[in-house]
């Protein structure tokens, strides 16, 4: 498919063009789920929000991915009261990716690592997949992540704060509540707070892919298509 068929199916101007970047957007969070599962299979700590996930997982005795959902949705309601706009594919990312780890989870492709430096490779490993899934899933145009989306509306209100602050509050904050609730924090846990970003923008730099220049398509534009309305 060549670049002006992409930037065209990007636009989401037709029903079919909305179809297939959700079916893009969930394959490649699904793939995304199987990155965190290896993150988490490193056994060297959690990534901040899945300490947090782990940690009410371990609390209440539910599944990693129902504990997802649970913290996902209530982001989501946070950003809607944010009045940040809401895309179709947010509501993908925040039930396919919990549910594709306990996918991993049930079937277990991969043991736990012994040894610090096992973790460590498994660790990054993962997170590359994570980062080349999140191009994917970018590249629909149909909504950025609950909580990017979060990070991004706290940003507005927290003017002179540096986003960079703003992102290592949350992350912190989630990380602190997940420990407290039994999560695993470790090197891993530090390591993928300092090395998501860079990897992700790694893999956006090798796809000649620039985030920045995407324009996601809210809920409202989206039913607009899908009703046969030009969107503006």
Not at 102 to 107: A, G, L, S, T
């Amino acid at each position: 498919m060549n670049t002006i068929r992409f930037k065209r199916l990007s636009e989401n101007r037709t029903t079919t063009d909305i179809i297939i970047n959700f079916f893009i957007a969930a394959v490649a969070l699904f793939i995304n789920g199987f990155g965190i599962y290896l993150t988490v299979q490193a056994n060297i700590g959690a990534a901040p929000w899945d300490v947090l996930n782990l940690g009410l997982s371990k609390t209440f005795g539910i599944l990693y991915g129902t504990a997802s959902i649970t913290v996902s949705i209530l982001i989501l309601v946070i950003d809607i009261l944010l009045k940040e706009p809401i895309g179709l594919a947010m509501f993908i990312d925040a039930i396919v990716v919990g549910k594709s780890v306990d996918f991993f989870n049930h079937f277990d492709p991969v043991p736990k690592t012994d040894n610090v430096f096992a973790g460590v490779v498994l660790l990054f490993l993962g997170l590359v997949v994570i980062g080349y899934t999140q191009f994917l899933y970018m590249r629909a145009s149909l909504g950025c992540g609950p909580r990017d989306t979060l990070l991004v509306g706290l940003k507005k209100r927290l003017k002179k704060i540096p986003i960079g602050a703003v992102s290592i509050g949350l992350l912190s904050t989630a990380t602190l509540a997940g420990f407290l609730l039994g999560g695993p924090v470790g090197i891993g846990t530090i390591l993928c707070a300092l090395c998501q970003g860079p990897i992700m923008q790694m893999a956006f730099k090798t796809l000649s892919f620039d985030a920045t220049v995407i324009k996601h398509q809210s809920i409202p534009e989206s039913i607009r298509v899908l009703s046969h309305q030009r969107v503006a």
